[in-house]
């Protein structure tokens, strides 16, 4: 090899590269969202979604609204405690602060605020400040509002706090308005409409009784009279009603949903089902902590073993099949199940 293309022979102290804060993130984005493309793009909004949506798991929100607006933002905001803006005793800093500009800084690791969370465990909220041209963060908590701003992951100034509204006592919540950045996402920055309605609503139908309102309140989407498009998905019925949803088109063989909600060792199994005649294979969505498991897992594998093992068990108790005939095969079973499963 040519002197000319061999990598310079000087290697020492000076040519290691620390990366702080959050530059990681910057300088290897898809390392955090997976890709730069339109899917991590909207998986910027799930993450401060999924935040929100923890704290409807943990009993302290049940109203969640997204809006689009027409500078290329996306305003999340909730009705849960709000982030904690005391100091954090590691940092110095806010604890807003904090958990906006340092990875793996949340209350979801251990036995902290949260029994149950989805998103990236803790490295949620910082990434998209990382990735944003701007964010700004208000928290209502103690009668108090706290407001900050970053810009590509940087406070810009310290956490302002003032007393609220008068007719606002006791309110509480978090609203996180961020601005994905053109030059991390080359492709563009146009949120998809459809794509986030779709995760949405599958949010809603998973954690029942929660609200979540979706606005576009961008210029082409806007009514005649000038309002924006909304859409609101709430279902008490929780999965059932997404089984209900999925089978809308669909001949059900029995009417009445299945729904099965059990705990153990502090996991929660719930389950929804409904055979259809017109269907001639199965439909099976898994969910783990509200996330979607494309690629199945043990959860999947173990309902289809238990509907296997319990539908040939009462077969031959019913007298259905002899104890000599072969057992139904688990895929004859499933032909025409729709089901939800989601474990927490």
Not at 22 to 34: D, F, N, Q
Not at 98 to 107: K, N, Q, S
Not at 150 to 177: A, K, N
Not at 195 to 202: F, N, V, W
Request: aromatic share 6%; hydrophobic share 35%.
């Amino acid at each position: 090899m040519s002197e000319a293309t061999k990598v310079e022979a000087a290697y020492g102290a000076e040519q290691i590269q620390v990366l702080e804060g959050l530059e990681p993130v910057r300088k290897r984005p898809g390392m955090y969202i997976g890709t730069t493309g339109p899917r991590g793009l909207h998986h910027l909004v799930y993450e401060v979604v999924d935040n929100s949506v923890d704290e409807a798991l943990a009993g302290h929100c049940d109203r969640i609204l997204v809006a689009l607006n027409d500078d290329g933002s996306c305003l999340v905001t909730d009705n849960g405690r709000g982030i904690p803006t005391d100091i954090h005793p590691r940092t110095g800093r806010s604890a807003l602060e904090t958990v906006l500009t340092v990875l793996h800084a949340g209350g979801k690791f251990g036995s902290g605020g949260y029994k149950v969370s989805g998103g990236l465990h803790g490295v949620g909220i910082s990434v998209v400040n990382a990735l944003s041209e701007w964010v700004e963060v208000t928290v209502h908590r103690h009668d108090q509002v706290h407001r900050q701003r970053f810009e590509r992951g940087l406070p810009i100034g310290t956490l302002r706090s003032e007393p609220g509204e008068p007719g606002e006592q006791g309110r509480t919540g978090t609203t996180v308005c961020f601005k994905p950045d053109i030059e991390i996402f080359s492709g563009g920055i146009e949120f998809d409409y459809a794509t986030l309605s779709a995760r949405l609503r599958e949010l809603a139908y998973l954690n029942g009784g929660v609200r979540i309102v979706f606005r576009d309140q961008r210029t082409a989407a806007l009514g005649e009279n000038g309002e924006p498009h909304e859409e609101v998905y709430f279902y008490e019925g929780g999965i059932k009603e997404y089984v209900a949803y999925i089978n809308a088109q669909k001949d059900p063989l029995h009417p009445n949903i299945i729904y099965v909600n059990a705990e153990k060792d502090g996991v929660q199994v719930e389950a929804a089902l409904q055979w259809c005649v017109d269907a001639y294979s199965d439909s099976i969505l898994g969910f783990a902590n509200n996330i979607r498991t494309v690629d199945g897992g043990t959860h999947i594998e173990g309902l289809k073993t238990v509907l296997t093992r319990t539908l040939n068990a009462f077969a031959k108790k019913r007298g259905k099949r002899k104890d000599a005939d072969a057992n139904l095969a688990g895929e004859n079973i499933r032909e025409g199940l729709t089901a939800v499963l989601s474990v927490k």
